[in-house]
């Protein structure tokens, strides 16, 4: 602890970037990212204007290389790129290769790169983003025991367009870099400050809305402040279970390329999530509460908040949703009747999540003997078996639930975040 608090003075005693240099940093940004096209590289014509913002940015930012942990990998690639010329396809080497540095809690980093937005565009582009690490003591006591080691979790300061806060990504990754598709999983970095803040916006009101009173009460109650802890304990034991199990994410993408299979993948991790925390819930202990709330939070996002959100044909995270509803259905741990959703207690829930996955891992094990087309009709053949919506074109329609959810909220609740409205009301 006091290694950590000692390099943390050390960094806030060194110059830091002013909120007035990052919004003409990021404002320069946005001048490169209008020039490049789909594979970020820059138009021919515009690469002497996107270069001399590039060169700016880069100079601005030199003079901060000590404060900011990762900012100097980050301008290594920033200046290979200008050497080779911007029209060329960037290669983000430095970053590709070394992740992001793993800054103290509560220290601030920048990341400057060329990437996707996970789920929102296959496009590449740069983009600028100052974030603080922050996970919180719940959080950190769990990862003592499931250890990720290149996951960064934290509060998004400011960004450019691909991350701002106008926009729904919150995660980054390896395989969004540019030249990092086949590479080693290296950088894992999450921005719950905004999951946290779309929990109190979206979740809270769609549970109020769906689940019978008392269901869930401790979430729907949650302050803002306890949500920033919630959502980092469920992204410990989400990225932890991604690297666990008979066929991990990690190392079998290709069973994983579709929204059937990476839906199921979805569900696999989030359940073993839920199961987790609440069996750390139920042994006590100073932060149990923030535990059960957790567990409580994946089930609802689940169930409620993704598959609203998104349409199944093309989104792995709906898709897990209606495995959800099936499974739990199945199991007896939700009930419906005209006084709205029902959900079983801690106990039940634990016994029923470790019987779902029991039934996933079975799964797996049929995939892992097959061949890869047998493998893809095990996982559909499983999905399909809770979620009766699956179509013969192996796409999944909304299910009745959904359907008569959007009918009930008859969009008084917004499928999507307007966050400008959100920050207006709750901060950043």
Partial sequence: MTQVFERATDVAERGVLSAEERKHIIALVERVRA???????????????ASAALREVVDRLQPFVDSYPSLGRCLADMQDWLAAGLATA???????????????EGVDDIMLTVTTTLNYSEDLSLE??????????PAAALRAIYVCKYL??????????????????IVCFTECLAGGGDARDVLDLFFTSKNALRGKVLLQPLM????????????????????????????????????????PLTEYRELF??????????????????????????????????YHMAAQFIIADRLLRYPYAAHPSTNADAVSGQYFLGQFIDK??????????????????????TRIMAEIQQTQYQALMSSSAEAHRAVREHVARYSRALTAENTMDKSLFYKWMEYKLRGSI???????????????
Avoid at 227 to 239: N, S, Y
Avoid at 258 to 263: L, Q
């Fill in 208 to 247: 109020e809305a769906i689940f019978a009173p008392n269901i869930f009460a401790e979430l729907r109650a949650a302050t803002l402040d306890e949500l920033r802890l919630i959502v980092p304990c469920k992204t410990v034991t989400h990225e932890w279970s991604h690297r666990q199990g008979v066929i």
């Fill in 128 to 137: 600028f983003v100052q974030f603080r690490r922050f996970e919180g003591p």
């Fill in 35 to 49: 020039c490049e096209v789909a594979n970020g590289a820059v138009d021919p014509a515009k690469t002497e204007e």
């Fill in 152 to 169: 960064i979790i934290a509060h998004l300061i400011d960004a450019s367009a691909g991350f701002g806060m106008e926009s729904n990504c």
């Fill in 332 to 353: 007896g741990l939700l009930t419906c009747n005209a006084g709205g959703v029902m959900m079983a207690e801690r106990a039940d829930m634990i016994t029923g999540l």
């Fill in 414 to 428: 917004p499928m999507t975040m307007d966050w400008k409205a959100a920050i207006a009301e709750y901060g950043e």
């Fill in 257 to 290: 390329n579709n929204p059937i299979g990476a839906g199921l993948e979805e569900a696999r991790v989030e359940l073993n999530g839920a199961r987790l925390l609440y069996m750390h819930a139920e042994q006590g202990g100073p932060h149990a509460a923030i």
């Fill in 90 to 104: 960037p290669a983000m080497r430095h970053l590709v290769e070394q992740g992001l540095e793993l800054a103290p």
